[in-house]
């Protein structure tokens, strides 16, 4: 394969749809800025559809549905824990040097806004104003994210991966 088709299809360009069953692994790829697709309500067939379409890698658990997925590029998730999970799509896609954290909503993929916190100040906890200073903003949802936030926990888990 070309070297430049490759390194396209790696890292920080790639673009993820993942099966029903993978909605953690969503959030964890989601949390390092990669966009990934999910949705309880995705049947294969529409999977299947999607990827074809937007150039997206299918991550399932499911063997039939990558081997109806023959146009479609795709990749076979092992363990059924989410942070090995996340360790195997790592480790196949190079991913660990493309992470941007803070950078994608969690809840719904969307690329974050900056926002200034006097915008959104009244939304927030009296301890969170007072400790954090920059935020950002999901344009679809309209969470409100800061670096100590949601992120705190997830990024523990995070922690040996990076
Ligand atoms: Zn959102």
Not at 32 to 57: K, P, Q, T
Not at 134 to 143: E, I, V
Request: charged letters at 35%; glycine letters at 4%.
């Amino acid at each position: 394969m070309h070297k430049l088709a490759r390194m396209k299809e790696q890292g920080s360009e790639i673009r993820f749809i993942l099966d029903v069953h993978l909605g953690r692994l969503a959030k964890y790829l989601r949390l390092c800025g990669f966009d990934s697709l999910f949705s309880a309500f995705f049947d294969d067939r529409e999977i299947i559809e999607i990827a074809m379409r937007e150039g997206r890698v299918i991550l399932t658990r499911d063997r039939l549905l990558l081997k109806s997925a023959t146009k479609a590029k795709g990749y076979l998730v092992k363990s059924q824990y989410h942070d090995e999970q996340l360790r195997e799509v790592f480790d196949r896609f190079e991913l660990k040097r493309h992470v941007k954290l803070f950078r994608r909503c969690i809840a719904c993929n969307t690329l974050l806004e900056e926002v200034r916190k006097d915008d959104i100040e009244h939304r927030l906890q009296a301890d969170t104003s007072r400790y954090f200073s920059k935020f950002r903003r999901c344009p679809t949802c309209d969470r409100i994210y800061w670096e100590g936030s949601h992120y705190d926990n997830m990024k523990k888990s995070l922690e040996p991966l990076l």
